[in-house]
């Protein structure tokens, strides 16, 4: 009896994840049509070793299927907010996939987005929870707003960067998404868990059309449009689930599930400006990069990743039963980025050196 409950209450929701499942691969479709045209469409580079011109509209795509499904079927003020200022960065994420926009003027815009977050949306990053085992460090409102905006940019960014191969991008978003939505249920915030389910449908169909699971190489990508929207939509549901009188989880466990993309962001920054390069600076020095040039297959390549990322984000999920531990968590992770930044590029140039002929 038990479980027909479980099953009735999952069938009543399933409309949450079947609508934007089907809009978006619809819209897909359509726009893969009129994408060419209006040269919306990544073309082959040194950098860039895919065959022939891919377009750039997954992005385009998952947002529109979101804010569809989300304004028939979760009407909320704050959820408004969250729209309007994902399409500023859609479009300009657009803009760039077409035009190859300045990185400044592009950081210019998402630091304005990120501040109407803060007025408009009410959301900002008062506490970073207890750190050190001595209570939870909390910021004056003027540092809580500029942090805020800081680490907006940094997710926002660290998605462009993990947007690098057939299919990563989608999984590691799917799987953060999905985590979310699961601790918002267990929270018993019915209308986030909804939501993140609209999201992580719009998301399951871009895969079907961008990993190498679905089709031979990717159709699709998600473009600019696709990165921008993702990381500012995942800041904004790990600022909201982690920030408030009674969050639903701690910052250190939101450090957790961003887990893969913001270890390796770290890393790549600090090498870069080790070698006083830009850390925005287009290069192949992530770890996807890595694997795929020590002899790994993209699906290799991505299976890897995304267990990785997986467990990562159940360790994160973990400290949302045991809080008390927080601390230990938080240094965790600090030895988790230090040992990837300083070891990862040595065992893969080990792994390479064994396998080359």
Request: proline share 3%; with cysteine; hydrophobic share 55%.
């Amino acid at each position: 009896m038990e479980f027909i409950d479980t099953l009735k209450q999952v069938l009543a929701r399933a409309h949450f994840f079947v609508m934007p499942f089907t809009i978006c691969v619809s819209l897909i479709l359509l726009f893969d049509r009129v994408a060419p045209k209006l040269g919306i469409v990544d073309k082959p580079s040194v950098r860039k070793l895919h065959k022939g011109n891919v377009p750039l509209i997954g992005g385009l795509a998952m947002f529109f299927a979101f804010a569809m499904v989300s304004i028939m079927l979760t009407q909320h003020q704050s959820q408004l907010v969250l729209l309007v200022l994902a399409l500023a960065l859609v479009l300009l994420g657009s803009l760039d996939d077409v035009f190859d926009l300045n990185a400044y003027f592009r950081m210019i815009i998402q630091a304005v987005v990120a501040l109407l977050m803060v007025h408009a949306g009410g959301l900002q990053i008062n506490t970073v929870g207890d750190l050190t085992g001595f209570g939870p460090s909390t910021f004056s409102p003027a540092i809580a707003t500029v942090f805020t905006v800081v680490c907006t940019l940094g997710v926002i960014n660290s998605v462009n960067m993990i947007d690098g191969m057939d299919g990563l991008a989608g999984t590691i978003l799917f799987i953060s998404f999905s985590a979310l939505g699961g601790i918002a249920a267990f929270h018993g915030d019915g209308l986030t868990a909804k939501v993140l389910l609209i999201l992580v449908g719009a998301i399951v169909a871009f895969l079907c059309f961008n990993s190498r699971v679905f089709v031979d190489s990717a159709r699709i990508f998600m473009g600019d449009s696709g990165s921008m929207f993702m990381g500012f939509t995942l800041c904004w549901f790990l600022i909201k689930l982690t920030q408030g009188e009674s969050p639903a989880m701690s910052a250190v466990a939101a450090g957790w599930i961003f887990g893969l993309p913001l270890a390796d962001t770290i890393s790549v920054m600090v090498k870069r400006l080790k070698e006083r390069r830009s850390p925005f600076d287009a290069g192949r020095d992530h770890i996807h990069h890595m694997l795929l040039d020590s002899g790994f297959s993209v699906n290799q390549t991505l299976f890897i990743m995304g267990s990785v990322h997986l467990v990562l984000v159940l360790i994160g999920f973990s400290l949302v039963l045991n809080s008390a531990l927080e601390p230990l968590y938080f240094w965790a992770f600090v030895a988790l980025v230090v040992g990837h930044h300083f070891l990862t590029p040595r065992l893969l140039t080990a792994t390479r050196g064994v396998t080359d002929p």
